[in-house]
């Protein structure tokens, strides 16, 4: 019996022990929050938009993929917008070789700071687009423009989205918009074409020369989208 009440009290006085030691310690500090990515540095953003400026950056540059075509302006470009395109060549919605493989290669955070310098860029000697468009279309244009009901997404003047994760495109490249047109109405392509539910239906509402004749006129506008010069980087802008 004795040995028994022996081990229960050793039990007891070991049980209390660690009761103690534990409400004893130190309670962690709980971890610090991260702190928010930084915005590029200069230099680091050089390092960035370099594989964009040899074709971006040159006026009238032609890819040859799916077909030859000029680049599309992208200075002026609304910043969500890019990073949404950026994102979707990532993701393969929209297929490209080069663009995808490009932007694979980068951070969400790469995707933010050349998003963000595209938007900027040229902006000093950028005209605002006018309230309303620049010139009116013919009868036929007119036509598809209230049937593709272009200005319900892309503004009364094309040039002021009524999202930023819509794209301008007044007075960007004819050739580039038809290509773009085409490719949401591409099917089963595994290399080209482009996930969009709104504009595949959309598109697939015309004809290849309606297409065209849209493209023709929206690039005749006048835009806020430029080309600017690999030259103009190196002066900080």
């Known amino acids: 019996m004795n040995k028994l009440l022996n081990t229960l009290f050793a039990l007891c006085v070991a049980g209390a022990t660690t009761l103690a030691q534990a409400q004893s310690a130190p309670v962690a500090a709980p971890a610090p929050a991260a702190a928010p990515a930084a915005p590029a540095s200069p230099k680091s953003l050089e390092a960035k938009v370099a594989m964009c400026v040899g074709c971006h950056g040159i006026i009238g540059y032609k890819g040859t993929f799916p077909e030859v075509y000029r680049v599309p302006k992208i200075a002026g470009q609304n910043a969500k917008y890019i990073a949404a395109a950026l994102n979707a060549y990532r993701t393969g919605d929209r297929k490209h070789p080069t663009m995808r493989g490009i932007a694979a290669s980068l951070s969400d955070q790469d995707i933010t700071d050349i998003a963000n310098y595209y938007e900027k860029l040229g902006a000093e000697d950028r005209k605002p687009a006018g309230d ?27 040039s002021r989205p009524i999202d930023p994760s ?36 959309i598109a697939k509402q015309f004809s290849l020369p309606e297409l065209k004749a849209l493209a023709e006129y929206v690039g005749s506008l006048d835009g806020e989208l430029a080309t600017v010069p690999e030259s103009r980087f190196h002066k900080g802008h």
């Open 166 to 201: 819509y794209p301008k495109i007044a007075g960007q490249y004819p050739d580039y918009l038809f290509v773009a047109l085409k490719a949401y109405k591409t099917e089963g392509n595994p290399a080209v074409g482009r996930n969009n539910g709104v504009m595949g239906a």
């Open 132 to 158: 309303k468009l620049s010139h009116e279309p013919d009868d036929k244009v007119a036509g598809l423009m209230a049937k593709a009901a272009c200005v319900s997404c892309h503004g009364a003047n094309l």
